[in-house]
Nanobody
């Protein structure tokens, strides 16, 4: 099947930057939309940003102008560059992808990574 592994989380001061990376592995035939979601303590998981296979992007209003999502289709990776971080950005960030694995039929299935913690605090 398909595995998603995130990296790059950590502790950063307000106004700082972090870059998250997510690598998809397995017997991948095709990946459609990739994205990042986050979940803060006591809150529901929410969309941060998505990017299509043709690099069309979508951002949550709360991160527009501060976060940038990109992908490398050859490496099956998606990145999230986070600038001007705020304490309210503190959350576990999850990678998400719609993918087809070899032998898995023709329909895209949705996959999640295990998450990486981002903490913005002075």
């Amino acid at each position: 099947q398909v595995q998603l592994v995130e990296s790059g989380g950590g502790l950063v001061q307000p106004g700082g930057s972090l870059r998250l990376s997510c690598a998809a592995s397995g017997s991948i035939f095709s990946i459609n939309v990739m994205g990042w979601y986050r979940q803060a303590p006591g809150k529901q998981r929410e969309l941060v940003a998505t990017i299509g296979s043709g690099s069309s992007t979508n951002y949550a209003d709360s991160v527009k102008g501060r976060f940038t999502i990109s992908r490398d289709n050859a490496k099956n990776t998606v990145l999230l560059q986070m600038n001007s971080l705020k304490p309210e950005d503190t959350a576990v960030y999850y990678c998400n992808a719609d993918a087809i694995y070899i032998g898995g039929g023709r329909q895209y299935k949705n996959y999640w990574g295990r998450g990486t913690q981002v903490t913005v605090s002075s």
